[in-house]
């Protein structure tokens, strides 16, 4: 439905002719994501700041026009899809790095700055940004606040809400906020940062992010370690936690991942045979503590009963044993085109019982479900693979999809741990919240969005009381 | 103005007769808190449990009574003081640790758990809670995440909001809330649970929490260094900062709180004459981390200008190093029973110009102002002295208190990085958040709390237009 051209004009008249697409081509474009299940915008509109910003939220106020922020589309559950249509608000211009304060350890950066980009700009003057979610050379610092994006580094480092310290944004009405601050300790008011942080683009436009930096870890060591199950991988895990050692990257990767990793490559052997899981381990920070965490590193595995322990001797060999985690991505591509990318997540003890789980949906509803994650967190990539074409196996899928959900809930588990809902989640946010929450949650969106207009049908889905356009 | 009988009848129905109180002696023992500057509640309710704290909501939901939540009572900004009277409701029945989760890295708490208590048992089984604040010996979990406390460990290990994993909370209206959970990610919905984090229980009652823990740190070294004025000391931070040091403990002690605690201690010197500021630095992690990290920070404050390293062999050593901080709060009642004590908050970097501000107050206010805190946050707690008597010097106190608060701002700080707003130091809400930001916070405050009933008069200040009693 194209929108009112009254609208499209006052659209052009914020950010110039030039930044304003109504064409098919473009709509389309701006209206899809990673999830692959887009939905046109109506209109595409590309503000160079906050100014344009906020007068394009009164725009869509006054005329009750959805309005979606969009950072780098590289979302799995379709946060940045104009479900409902209306106006899809590309941050792609406002993509500087505006400061970064080596004597506070502080960077403050526009939305659309490329996460891959702020940390080589960082680390260059010797900081870290550890949160990396698989997309960073892609995915935006804005979208990775929305989503609260998470990583392998995350369990050492914690997540994106953990380095977000202030934030501009504007809300649906076109008032601008300022949230936190340059400060790591602030108790002033609500803590809408993090109301913010995760939010998913529903709650305000996120334009300006203020962000703690850490000093960059001067060294690091790499290990592999392969086991005949999962099961005796994650009791490395807990005899390594044991050890007081908290490793910078903890990667689990299960026998089917492997399997498809090692075609991809033509067949090359990456782990011995009858390996039921591999782990890739990284410690870093001062020189002499990684070469003590090593030691307890390969000490674990060997008790945890590990089949054959690596460490890489310089970064070459360290490329080479990430090889497998980077290859993941186009080696299941190899077995489907598709995968519904589920990133669940159980307290770390019970991932033997969520594989026992993953194991089950494979047996009964006859499909192919590589798993690999974020062991440390308990938070698995459970990738259940569909052919587009089959309408039988995605009916499958679906249905496996949800009895996951029912077995990770049983395992105290989050349907969730870093993609968010968007709206490809949004039907299952009932059966992990009660009621009482999402009405709780429902009310926030409503104080802050009355009318619904800011990225509409995502996390509550349809039933969203909150959306304007209902 | 005591309670309607019909409502002590009722809520003495719901708890049982002993634990509703209403005489005039509990109403004002309970009334008053760390801050000082009490106000009688008109009842006191002791519920045991979740259930019995939903009904006590509804039946002041029902009769407009303001319900103002009360743990350990430690705060400094009269967070849980009945402002507008009301039920005072203290959580001291529910003290229980539910669970400790080894496996996991979880404990679960009742709210009023001694903060200290928890630490003990956590530590019995190499497990640790970071979060320290100084009154931890009395404060209570339930308090400290109403609050999100910090404390000496925070430049290291984070404040409060980062070990809060998930909670049970009990809303105005009565329904029972779960945030979060038992996983250290998850993004489904809104993060409720650090929306409720430090929200000084003015949007819900906090009746469960899940911690996250981490392994106990096996070793620590306790160093102390002396400098002549905070800009040096401040730059061996930076200094310690550079060598990819970050400490466990990063104390600063000005002049004036050191003539203190030697004048307390009975003349024994603490440092060697001239000392304009001291650091006490303590790290911790794997033995062969401490010993190398120790090495770097005494680098540091030499490099940085020290006059005097001195690093703790033994625990006897260490004790004997931290009692000038362990002394700072007894020292400083012998100079005047009273002190306006403020933890403002500035880039880190910014420290020595926190201190020139104080020294200027100092002159223009004939004020003493004795300083010490948390300098890798930038975290000081500046101690306006005061005699309860003398009304002069309390006009001036405040004047000093303001204008301390405009140079924080000056300087892109905060008025608040540990006590929060409470009803202290609402008056000056709007000094450092802007008013579209204020109108955000009160659109949450509205929707969660639409009655106004919970803990009014706080962060707001009475112009709060959410207040039921107004």
């Known amino acids: 439905m194209p929108l009112d051209s009254v609208i499209v004009d006052r659209l052009r008249n914020v950010v110039g002719p030039d930044f304003v697409r109504v064409d098919a081509e473009s709509c389309a474009a701006y209206g899809t994501d990673a999830l692959k299940r887009g939905h046109p915008a109506d209109a595409v509109v590309l503000p160079a700041n906050t100014s344009e910003i906020a007068r394009i939220a009164r725009i869509c106020s006054e005329t009750r026009t959805p309005l979606v922020p969009r950072g780098g589309g590289t979302g799995y559950t379709g946060g940045a899809v104009p479900v409902r249509g209306g106006v899809l608000m590309s941050l792609e211009r406002m993509n500087r790095i505006l400061a970064i304060d080596q004597d506070n350890l502080i960077a403050i950066v526009e939305p659309n700055v490329v996460t891959g980009d702020l940390q080589d700009a960082v680390e260059r003057v010797g900081l870290f940004y550890p949160p990396d979610p698989a997309s960073l050379r892609q995915s935006v610092i804005g979208g990775n606040v929305a989503e609260c994006a998470g990583g392998p580094r995350a369990f050492k480092y914690g997540v994106t809400k953990h380095y977000?310290?202030?934030?501009?944004a504007v809300l649906a009405s076109g008032e601008v906020i300022r949230t936190g601050g340059k400060v790591v300790k602030n108790v002033v008011g609500?803590?809408?940062?993090?109301?913010?942080?995760?939010?998913?683009?529903?709650?305000?436009?996120?334009?300006?992010?203020?962000?703690?930096?850490?000093?960059?870890?001067p060294a690091r060591a790499t290990l592999r370690a392969t086991f005949m199950d999962v099961t005796t991988a994650v009791l490395a895990v807990t005899q390594l936690i044991a050890r007081r050692v908290?490793?910078?990257?903890?990667?689990?990767?299960?026998?089917?991942?492997?399997?498809?990793?090692?075609?991809?490559?033509?067949?090359?052997?990456?782990?011995?045979?009858?390996?039921?899981?591999?782990?890739?381990?990284?410690?870093?920070?001062l020189p002499e503590l990684v070469g003590a965490e090593a030691v307890r590193v390969a000490d674990a595995c060997r008790d945890a009963g590990a089949t054959e322990i690596l460490r890489a001797a310089d970064d070459r060999e360290r490329d080479e044993l990430w090889s497998v985690r980077r290859e993941l991505s186009p080696s299941l591509r190899t077995i489907t085109p598709l995968k519904f990318n589920h990133d669940v997540v159980v307290p770390r003890g019970r991932v033997p019982q969520l594989f026992a789980v993953v194991e089950q949906l494979r047996r009964t509803f006859d499909l192919r479900i590589p798993c690999f994650g974020h062991v440390g967190d308990g938070n698995i990539h459970v990738n259940i693979m569909v052919?587009?074409?089959?309408?039988?196996?995605?009916?499958?899928?679906?249905?496996?999809?949800?009895?996951?959900?029912e077995g990770v809930i049983g395992l105290e588990g989050s349907i969730?741990?870093?993609?968010?809902?968007?709206?490809?989640?949004?039907?299952?946010?009932?059966?992990?919240?009660?009621?009482?929450?999402?009405?709780?949650?429902?009310?926030?969106?409503?104080?802050?969005?009355?009318?619904?207009?800011?990225?509409?049908?995502?996390?509550?889905?349809?039933?969203?009381?909150t959306s304007g356009s209902e």
Chains 1, 2 share one sequence.
């Open 190 to 217: 609500y803590d809408l940062t993090q109301l913010l942080t995760g939010s998913e683009g529903t709650l305000a436009i996120i334009t300006e992010i203020t962000l703690r930096l850490i000093p960059k870890p």
């Open 246 to 285: 908290i490793p910078a990257a903890l990667e689990l990767i299960d026998a089917d991942s492997l399997a498809a990793v090692s075609a991809y490559l033509k067949g090359r052997t990456l782990a011995p045979a009858g390996t039921g899981a591999l782990l890739l381990i990284e410690v870093d920070g």
């Open 387 to 405: 052919n587009p074409g089959d309408e039988a196996e995605i009916a499958r899928a679906h249905a496996a999809e949800r009895a996951l959900f």
């Open 164 to 168: 977000v310290l202030g934030l501009e």
């Open 416 to 465: 969730s741990g870093e993609h968010g809902i968007g709206f490809a989640k949004a039907p299952y946010l009932s059966m992990e919240l009660t009621a009482p929450t999402i009405e709780a949650m429902r009310a926030v969106k409503q104080a802050l969005d009355p009318l619904g207009i800011l990225n509409p049908g995502k996390i509550f889905g349809s039933a969203s009381r």
